[in-house]
């Protein structure tokens, strides 16, 4: 464990913190590091004098140097690299650098500019953070845990690395993708000290990979079957035992993996998953406020999802709850749905349908080989993109489609920006503008579909509440608040994150109070951690 506490001073409100640590063990701690802005009373208390240049500095002068650094950095690695070092180096600096800049350094240190640190984890690979449960170790997962840094966790976000973005099976470069999402956390307000990064390394079936010399994984392959259910089971009743009320984000996993787990242990621990649920709440929030602009009702839409994986039907999913809550029967309410998958449109007769797409399947009669021609069929007025499958929406059905629509929703959102389904740019013009557009990856001027303005207001919600579950209708709360809180466009803009996270937070909370899963009176600004230096006083070890 580190050798600090935070404290909270009633009167002023701020926190301050009390450490055991001295000299360069303070510096080269990245949550007490404060380089030249420790005060002249800390230099001397924490033993510092003579380590730092003379003039000390304020945290708004560090960020105008860390800015200045960074922009001398041209490509998405080296740039990704720069402020992980900051990161390694002085975390408060680093959030407040990233607070000030989120336009800029966001999609960098998030999607879309993770992957390329994903891929290249290995040859890059310089300080270990978060924990590795790895296969070999799965009999010590206790001792591991008690390995962390911090005694308290609020929230663990836990990637086993198969399915990464759009990208495939990545192994243990998966680990950068909990690391990014928990930067986000913490730049809408929880608590870095709080926040655990966890892989789960069960092997990889990635050749690449298994190749590398330098690969710095587990190498063998996957483990699978029931010998991964119980090293899952295993690592979540591990984290159960030591925190009983922390918020489990799954993320990455394989479709067939993601809804076991999510289905298995949803009302066992307070546990969510970003690429089914979330994913499912920001595209639900996306499509409410573009159903408004189009005036038809709900229950008058056609929706066809391309990509029948985790991300597709966990967005079907919500539309499907979403249609429910209208006051649309079960029956009527699937009947408005056509996946479309590799073999086509998904029917009883289409071999290999998996339980989780089975509740969505077509008769056997309106069988379809490819998406132009489940398109002519069908009409719809809602085309959702899951596939990773670049340029798969054709101007030939763009147009089919705007043919018989007159606000045409269409959501690309595979990601990375290489594997998007359309480039916006081209659905507007084959739409005579009319298309209501958004996007998984950032393109100027459209709505981002960026779980990224979800999933951190859920978690502060959940936080808050010490919820034991994350309900359906928490889900709900936060699509309606994101759909609320989005003034201009079909959604708020990635810059605003901080303030629509408080607000999802506050709706979530609220609803976990409702739903009798809350197991505290939630006060969600009172859970908001933000980017200032405590004061740090030094307390020797009794
Ligand atoms: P997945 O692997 O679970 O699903 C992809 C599906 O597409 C699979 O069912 C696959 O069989 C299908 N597919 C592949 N090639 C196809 C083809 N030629 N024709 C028809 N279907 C085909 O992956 P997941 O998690 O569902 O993610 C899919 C994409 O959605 C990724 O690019 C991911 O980055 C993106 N995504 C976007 C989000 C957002 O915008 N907020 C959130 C989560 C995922």
């Known amino acids: 464990m580190l050798k600090f506490y935070t404290h909270l001073d009633t009167k002023s409100g701020e926190e301050w913190i009390e450490t055991s640590l001295q000299g360069k063990a303070v510096l080269s701690t990245p949550l007490l590091n404060k380089g030249t802005a420790f005060s002249e009373q800390e230099r001397l208390a924490l033993k510092l004098l003579g380590k730092l240049p003379y003039r000390i500095e304020t945290l708004d002068e560090q960020v105008a140097r860390a800015k200045t650094q960074f922009k001398r950095y041209e490509?998405?690695?080296?740039?990704?690299?720069?402020?992980?070092?900051?990161?390694?180096?002085?975390?408060?600096?680093?959030?407040?650098?990233?607070?000030?800049?989120?336009?800029?350094?966001?999609?960098l240190i998030y999607t879309p500019g993770v992957s390329t640190a994903v891929k290249e984890f290995s040859h890059e690979f310089r300080q270990p953070r978060g924990l590795y449960f790895s296969y070999p170790d799965r009999e010590r997962m206790g001792e591991i845990l008690d390995n962390r840094t911090h005694a308290e966790i609020d929230v663990i976000v836990a990637t086993d690395g198969e399915r990464i973005l759009g990208i495939g099976d990545q192994g243990i470069g998966g680990m950068d993708i909990p690391l990014a999402k928990l930067v986000v956390y913490s730049l809408c307000g929880i608590n870095p000290y709080k926040a655990l990064p966890i892989m789960l390394d069960v092997g990889t079936d990635n050749p690449n990979l298994l190749n590398n010399p330098l690969y710095l994984g587990w190498r063998h392959p996957r483990i699978k079957g029931e010998a991964y259910d119980e090293f899952i089971k295993k690592f979540v009743h591990t984290v159960h035992q030591k925190f009983p009320k922390c918020l489990l984000h799954w993320e990455d996993f394989a479709q067939q993996n993601a809804r076991r787990i999510l289905e298995t242990y949803r009302t066992q621990h307070c546990t969510f998953n970003d690429d089914m649920q979330g994913t499912g709440v920001i595209t639900l929030a996306a499509l409410l406020s573009a159903i408004q602009k189009t005036q038809r009702p709900f229950k008058d839409h056609r929706i066809v999802v391309f990509g029948a994986g985790t991300a597709g039907v966990g967005i079907a999913d919500q539309i499907y709850g979403a249609l429910l809550r209208e006051g649309i029967s079960p029956e009527v309410a699937r009947k408005q749905f056509w996946l479309v998958d590799r073999p086509g449109l998904l029917t009883e007769d289409s071999s290999n349908i998996m339980g989780f797409q089975q509740p969505y399947v077509r008769a056997s009669h309106e069988a379809q080989n490819d998406l132009f021609a489940v398109v002519k069929a069908v009409k719809p007025t809602i085309l959702i993109g899951c596939s990773t499958v670049k340029n798969a929406f054709s101007e030939e059905i763009v147009r089919e489609m705007a043919k018989e629509v007159e606000y045409p929703i269409i959501f690309p959102l595979s990601n990375p920006t290489d594997n998007c389904e359309c480039d916006p740019g081209l659905l507007l013009e084959w739409t005579q503008h009319k298309a209501l557009v958004a996007t998984g990856s950032p393109f100027e001027n459209v709505a981002q579909c960026n779980n990224a303005l979800a999933f951190p207001g859920i978690g502060l919600g959940a936080i808050a509440s010490r919820a034991t579950q994350v309900t359906d209708n928490m889900l709900w709360a936060a699509a309606t608040a994101i759909a609320k809180y989005s003034k201009h466009s079909l959604l708020p803009a990635i810059t605003e994150i901080q303030p629509l996270s408080h607000e999802v937070a506050n709706a979530v909370a609220a609803q976990a109070v409702a739903d009798g899963v809350a197991t505290v009176t939630p006060h969600v600004a009172q859970n908001i951690w933000r980017p200032y230096y405590r004061t740090i006083k030094f307390k020797a070890q009794s």
Not at 76 to 104: M, P
């Open 75 to 107: 490509n998405v690695l080296q740039k990704y690299i720069y402020l992980n070092n900051l990161r390694d180096k002085n975390e408060v600096l680093f959030y407040k650098l990233l607070s000030e800049n989120l336009a800029e350094t966001l999609p």
